[in-house]
């Protein structure tokens, strides 16, 4: 069975890497897609950058396909012929939002289920956006995300100085 995880990765996580392992031992192969509005711009790092952290990250992971696509899960899902889609869940308000995403989805692919995966105890704090606040202002990220998305972040704050004022 297939199941594609979506998500902007905007940097992979190793909350990130905790879905995509629990997900390859419920499914045969797991595609992480990185989704994205090619009319919009923003994120700290480019598609092609996302795409080669992620594929650095799950290397070892024979049953994990990383990919890219500009436009809707539910599109992505019917064109590669899955009828899963995994979302991790930290908290009660990741469940709304989530909730309202997979009846969307549902409405657009009616043969595409949700499963929902509950994040690991030692990645409920963690998102993309509170490690990049940690790179912003030269903070340790290793213990976050997997060695190449620290250097990435490294290397992407490095020129920037932060005063405090």
Not at 54 to 73: E, I
Not at 139 to 165: I, T, W
Request: hydrophobic letters at 40%; proline letters at 5%.
């Amino acid at each position: 069975m297939l199941a594609i995880y979506p998500g902007s990765f905007d940097p992979v996580t190793n909350g990130h890497l905790d879905i995509i392992d629990r997900a390859t031992a419920l499914f045969d192969q797991v595609r992480v897609v990185i989704l994205y509005n090619p009319a919009k711009t923003g994120g700290l790092f480019s598609i092609e950058e996302r795409l080669a952290m992620l594929k650095d990250a799950t290397r070892d992971r024979p049953a994990v396909h990383v990919d890219s696509y500009p436009g809707l899960t539910a599109d992505y899902a019917r064109l590669h012929g899955a009828k899963f889609l995994v979302r991790g869940l930290r908290a009660v308000s990741d469940f709304d939002s989530e909730l309202r995403i997979a009846l969307t989805n549902k409405k657009l692919n009616p043969e595409l289920e949700t499963v929902f995966l509950a994040t690991g105890l030692e990645y409920l704090f963690l998102s993309s956006s509170g490690v990049k606040e940690i790179a912003r202002f030269g903070g340790n990220v290793q213990d976050f995300v997997p060695p190449l998305v620290a250097q990435y972040l490294r290397q992407r704050y490095l020129s920037q100085s932060v005063s405090v004022d």
